[in-house]
């Protein structure tokens, strides 16, 4: 299996991500962003991407902040991540530069792409699909920030994506009304959408570093294996029956 971090650019921006897809497999195959959570790209985020290599998809680990910009801390990660909810088209522009990224590499069938993100990424996601960028036929959000962006930026009047939300129903940063209202706008965009909540479940329940039953944040070992199994099929689902996703378990303790 190939894996190295991945240069791109946006401009005179540089963002640093990576790569992981089967190299022994000669044909193009779709392709699966993976968006990280608030803190940047971090080792969460390569884990997965490896399991989708091993999936037979190529997987970018994408870079929303820039070379070398990623957080240690509470105050560090929002600093960084706050801009970009603030600023859904900066968030959408970067989104678009690792999509054009990844469809331009040999080894990706350029129409047949995907999307993943946690937290922070479950939003980008989203944000992919609702505006609407080529190639890209299906986003799952997990434990994501479900606010839609605001009427200024301008979208389409269809989602054509496929979406599957992945929620903690205690979720704090998706409260039951954000939910609904998620639900709404998908409903009226005429989306082929789908909602999955998991009860007893708070955020960030996809990462075992989320220790803070308190604050609402807690990993669940069960959620999280529901929760890959779910996108496995889903994504299998969305590139149709010409690219049937291998049977392969969870990597990670479960």
């Known amino acids: ?127 992919v699909a609702r505006a609407g960028m080529d190639g890209v036929r299906g986003v799952v959000s997990m434990h994501g920030l479900l606010g839609a962006p605001g009427a200024g930026l301008a979208r389409p009047a269809s989602v054509r994506a496929r979406v599957l939300a992945l929620h903690g129903w205690n979720d704090p940063m998706a409260r039951p009304e954000a939910v609904n209202a998620f639900a709404r706008e998908m409903h009226d965009h005429g989306a082929d959408w789908q909602l999955h909540a998991f009860g007893g479940c708070g955020h960030a329940f996809t990462n075992p570093a989320a220790q803070d039953p308190k604050g609402g944040m807690q990993y669940s070992a069960l959620a999280d294996a529901r929760s890959f199994a779910m996108t496995r099929d889903f994504l299998a689902e969305v590139f149709g029956p010409a690219w049937e996703a291998k049977t392969v378990a969870c990597p990670w303790p479960a």
Not at 63 to 72: E, I, L
């Open 1 to 127: 299996m190939h894996a190295a971090s991945e240069i791109y650019r946006d401009g005179a921006d540089e963002f640093e991500g990576y790569l992981a897809f089967d190299g022994a497999a000669g044909k193009r195959r779709p392709a699966v962003l993976v968006f990280h959570q608030w803190s940047g790209c971090s080792s969460f985020e390569r884990e997965k991407a490896d399991w989708l290599a091993g999936l037979g998809y190529a997987a970018l680990a994408v870079d929303m902040y820039g070379r070398g910009r990623r957080g240690s801390n509470p105050q560090e990660n929002g600093a960084l991540m706050t801009p970009l909810v603030e600023d859904r088209a900066l968030l959408r522009r970067r989104a678009g530069a690792a999509l054009r990224h990844v469809r331009s590499l040999s080894m990706v069938d350029g129409d047949r792409v995907g999307a993943i993100g946690f937290c922070f990424g479950g939003m980008c996601a989203l944000d």
